[in-house]
């Protein structure tokens, strides 16, 4: 018997096209397990926050959890065109499943960028088959929005960094098995720091899970560090690369962000177009009526014009340009804020069905919101874009109908 064809998306696959064949091979295997059991499990680990270990255990075993390392410490080294595509698909059934990967970047990047080679020789291995977790570790009471505001220090003691202070908001608290951690020199506040903390450092507590709104199945917690002593060698990069180690996380992390908004904005219209041709009233269905056409055709006209734009993050990225960060934020910014006005627009189609728990859209519509708020929320990222425009309107060419002089002079 010839294997049975998926038939055709509601969202093309023209994006595919830039994928080579061992991508399109993983990419396969991931739509296989969305279709079979990702999805089909998608309400159940949605129902309550404890971490997806199912999920976890079965995106490391096929492979997906690695795409996220270098080939050198057993992982595939994905490009960010591939890792897109994933998440997006694991975005369009299942938000925790998509944090799993996009997750995997924030919690351990830092250690493929800034570890010893023996601190990655040991670790990396574990992390791409799931063996081990990190989480990481950068919001506090005090600074979200504003990470310079960071007030966690650590302080050199001999062979040792002694941590001291407190995390908010920590992704994986109660599962990881060590926290990247960035704080600043207790000697010198201007010099961030990274170190590795193990989960049973003497002096560090982990909270409880911290209940939320949505993303169930990757549940938070907050962290406590009285004077936890690490060995040196557990610091990530040199002194003073805290910053940076953290702003590389992210910057992955970004575009994951925006990838899975994606995915979930384009499920909650295969699912409110579904829903508009099951649905009759006045005499016709409700695709019929020109109203819910036209919320349709804006939902998916600015959807294709996302994913243009996170394809342009991507390829920015696994070409290593200049400005692939402004190009995250604006992704993600877009995306993001872009997902959850669809989300609202799906679930108002879909009418009091859209709001039961029953359906799908009401786990979506929790799970949207996070999206606009972590990784950098939705005004921060206009704040560096916008400020990056200002600068650069400063050395760009002059629209040409302008005449000389300033335009104040008009
Ligand atoms: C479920 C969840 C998981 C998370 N996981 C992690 C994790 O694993 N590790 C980690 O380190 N952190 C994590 N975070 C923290 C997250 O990154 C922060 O919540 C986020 O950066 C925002 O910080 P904040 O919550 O302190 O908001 P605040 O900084 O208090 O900001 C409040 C509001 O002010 C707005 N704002 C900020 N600056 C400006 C401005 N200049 N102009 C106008 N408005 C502005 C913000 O957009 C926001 O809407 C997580 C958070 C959540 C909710």
Known sequence: MPPVQAPPR???????????????????????????????????????????????????REGVVATAFPRQYGGTDARQALRIRIIEELGRVCSASASIVTGTDLSSRAIVSGGSEEMKQRLVPQLCTGEVQVAFALTEPEAGSDVRGLRTTVRRDGDSYVVSGRKKFITRGTTADS?????????????????????????????????????????????????????????????GDGFNLAQDALLRARIGHAAMALGRAIGAVEIAATYMSDRSLFGKALGEHQGAQWMLAEMITQIEGARALVAVAAEKYDRGDADVAIFASMAKLQATDLCMKV??????????RGYLQDFPL???????????????????????????AVRRTRLAERNPCLRPGSLVDY
């Open 10 to 60: 509601l969202f093309g696959d023209h994006f595919l096209r830039q994928l080579l064949p061992d991508e399109l091979g993983m990419l396969e295997k991931v739509r296989m397990l969305v279709r079979d059991v990702i999805g089909p499990k998608a309400a159940e680990v949605g129902r309550s926050d404890t971490f997806a270990w199912g999920n976890f255990h079965l995106l490391a």
């Open 343 to 352: 989300v609202v627009d799906a679930l108002q189609l879909t009418g009091g």
């Open 179 to 239: 926290f990247i951690v960035v704080a600043r020199g207790a000697d010198d506040p201007a010099v961030f720091i990274a170190v590795l903390v193990p989960r049973d450092a003497p002096g560090f507590s982990i909270s409880s899970e911290v209940g939320k709104l949505g993303w169930f199945g990757v549940p938070i917690s907050s962290l406590e560090f009285n004077d936890v002593a690490v060995p040196v060698s557990q610091r990530l990069g040199a002194e």
């Open 362 to 388: 009401e786990r979506f519509f929790r799970d949207a919101k996070l999206n606009q708020i972590g990784e950098g929320s939705s005004e921060v990222h206009k704040t560096v874009i916008g400020r990056d």
